[in-house]
């Protein structure tokens, strides 16, 4: 429970970092950010799974990148969900889902499955690394 606890609140950072950012994405503050991480990661768990398989064909023709087209839909359908979290046009949820993802996904990197950060510590044995 800590690390989803942990990984909700590193995506609600990246919708922060992101709205600052990006001129089409606005959020309030932190409770809207909060709010829509929720939302977020609740659409992402429910409905994005069904609409992949749904769009499998296109997303196959497209080399998968009709998955940048059905996430930047639904951070639409979260901004029209949350208060005071605004997406402009689809553009900005294009570019905007994209880098909540980068974001998320390079903060999110340095936490374990616990929500406590950690670290690599390799070293070196002869010639390689353990």
């Not at 829509?36 to 409905?47: C, D, E, K, R, S």
């Not at 979290?85 to 553009?91: A, E, G, K, P, R």
């Not at 340095?110 to 002869?126: A, C, H, M, N, S």
Request: aromatic fraction near 14%; charged fraction near 10%.
């Amino acid at each position: 429970m800590n690390g989803l606890m942990v990984r909700w609140l590193l995506v609600t950072i990246s919708i922060l970092i992101t709205s600052g950012i990006m001129p089409g994405i606005y959020v309030d503050g932190f409770g809207s950010a909060f709010f829509a991480a929720a939302v977020l990661g609740i659409l992402n768990a429910l409905f994005r799974p069904i609409i992949l398989i749904i769009t499998l064909p296109i997303n196959i023709f497209t080399l998968g990148l009709f998955t940048l087209v059905i996430n930047a839909m639904l951070l639409e359908m979260v901004s029209g969900v949350v208060p005071g979290f605004h997406v402009y046009s689809f553009w900005s949820a294009v570019f905007g889902s994209l880098l909540i993802s980068l974001v998320s996904w390079l903060l999110s990197s340095f936490i374990d499955e616990q929500g406590k950060v950690g670290y690599i510590d390799l070293k070196k044995k002869g010639d390689r690394w353990e």
